[in-house]
């Protein structure tokens, strides 16, 4: 049997304190522990050229150019924003409002759901909080599967209402994701004879997902904080719904943090470290992280997404030189999560093949 997502972190415990997180909202400075300098991240401060003004593109998937705009902005940013996706508005409302619901609960009620140092589902601080010495400013709520048990300890009442949500969500997610996936291989002239593993298989059976709530509470000193460090997501792709207060940022080399705006409606998708791996490093699995606000709180919901445990991931041969081995050793999404747990932003260079010469 094949690990399923539940059953990644087992053999892999990671300390997470959040027993000992304190209710960030009822903080009126920011502690110690949780002010952020460029000896906690090299990337903090790093400013942008006098120049800077451009933005992830804002992609209309209702028009015949899309899956090039799609390819484009995935090889240059690794990010895009989308609209006309399809997606219901009131879905959209839906899962804000289920996520506005979950973190206003108390925190002794919330801890009732928490994630334990194995597990993979529940309430707690972002995973990759064990590589860094700061805190993050926010709080998280990981879901793969059902998440019946933990809604019926947040929820005694309404816990059904809550679930079907999610699973409404998530097939929409999942329809958008397979649409996103074959627009920008089709970029690069890749279809769906070109990958075995996801050939003809209109029931997603392939692949399988998670769903991350976020919240990042009202900080008194926004500019010292950080809602959560920067990180490349280990997914073929992710969906990311955000709330109207901005606070997501892309990183580029030559343009430093921007700021991805919200646009009402509108999605965000990142590539992720199995899309840059399976379209051979041409996709850039975008860093980006969140940032917070001294008077909006923020919410944040992705959709992270990827294939089945049995399936290795591996460069499309079309997309290597025939002079030029693959640029990656195959890997399973499963196999990957666990690297990345233990050698975090490494993980990608340690399935690379180093090219002779
Ligand atoms: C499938 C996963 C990707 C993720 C780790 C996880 O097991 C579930 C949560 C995901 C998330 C969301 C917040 C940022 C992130 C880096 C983290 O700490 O947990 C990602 C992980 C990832 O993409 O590697
Ligand atoms: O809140 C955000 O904008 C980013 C969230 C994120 O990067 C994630 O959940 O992986
Ligand atoms: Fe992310």
Known sequence: MPTMLTDVFRGHPIHLPHFHQPDLTSLSNLPDSYTWTSQDDPLFTVAPPPTAGENIPL?????????????????????FQIVNHGVPLELLQGIEFLTGNL???????KLKAARSETGFSGYGVARISSFFNKKMWSEGFTITGSPLNDFRKLWPQLHLDYCDIVEQY??????????????????????EEDIKWARGSSDFNWAQSALQLN?????????????????????????????????????????????VPPVPGSLVVNVGDLFHILSNG?????????????????????????????????????LVRPDESPLYRS???????????????????????????
């Open 103 to 109: 973190f206003r609960l108390p925190v002794q009620r």
């Open 282 to 318: 041409l996709f850039k699995s975008v860093i980006h992280r969140a940032r917070v606000n001294q008077t909006r709180s923020r919410l944040s919901v992705a959709f992270l997404w990827g294939p089945q445990s049995d399936i290795k991931i591996s460069p499309v041969l079309k």
């Open 215 to 259: 919240h990042y509470p009202v900080c008194p000193e926004p500019d010292r904080a950080m809602g959560l460090a920067p990180h490349t997501d280990s997914t073929l792709l992710t969906i990311l719904y955000q709330n109207n207060t901005a606070g997501l940022q892309v990183f580029r080399d030559d343009l430093s943090w921007v700021t």
């Open 170 to 191: 998530e097939e929409q997610m999942q329809k958008l994701s397979s649409k996103l996936m074959w627009l920008s291989l089709k970029s690069l002239g890749v279809s």
């Open 59 to 79: 992609i209309d998937l209702n028009n015949p150019d899309a899956a090039n705009q799609i390819g484009r902005a995935c090889r240059t940013w690794g990010a």
């Open 331 to 357: 890997v399973t999404w499963t196999g990957y999560l666990r690297t990345k747990a233990t050698h975090f932003n490494k993980a990608l260079s340690m399935i690379r093949n180093h090219r002779q010469g």
